[in-house]
């Protein structure tokens, strides 16, 4: 038989051993990624006519992807918006905005942290579209007129 020292130790392991399995995700720098698919001509007009028209629709806007159709979908206008998911890999990577009046500027130079703060998020989106992508809170001057900042997403 077992005594209380082993089952003890036994259930710890078990424990252990089921928090990496759930934690899998961050620990093999994936996670399922959602992002919307959309289509401003289709007209759905159910969940069956949307099984068929959205599975299409989410392979056709990410080929490489291993996407598939989540099944949930709305009409938008007089088109539709399929919601797709995939295995999408972390990343993390210092985007620079170029100096030609993108954040509405004659340049793209931060003078500081509020600077970062106002324009950075909109540098990641604007540069990374449709990723999710997330502005890290680091940024850096890479020349005399412009800088960049670190964005995270999924891809």
Do not use: H
Request: charge should be positive.
């Amino acid at each position: 038989m077992f005594t209380a020292n082993q089952v003890l130790f036994g259930v710890v392991v078990f424990f252990a051993l089921y928090y990496i399995y759930k934690s899998r995700e961050g620990l093999e720098n994936t996670k399922t990624v959602t992002n919307l698919a959309t289509c401003s001509d289709c007209t759905i007009w159910n969940s069956r006519d949307a099984s068929a028209k959205c599975d299409k629709l989410c392979k056709i806007n990410n080929p490489d992807k291993g996407v598939s159709y989540t099944g949930n979908w709305t009409t938008v206008g007089k088109g539709a918006s399929c919601e797709c998911s995939f295995e999408g890999a972390y990343k993390k990577q210092f985007i620079g905005c170029p100096t030609s009046n993108s954040l509405g500027t004659s340049d793209c130079f931060f003078w500081n942290n509020n600077d970062a703060k106002t324009n950075c998020q909109y540098v990641c989106d604007k540069f990374l579209p449709g990723k999710g992508s997330k502005w890290t809170g680091q940024w850096k001057n890479t020349s005399a007129n412009t800088s960049a900042c670190e964005c995270e997403y999924y891809d």
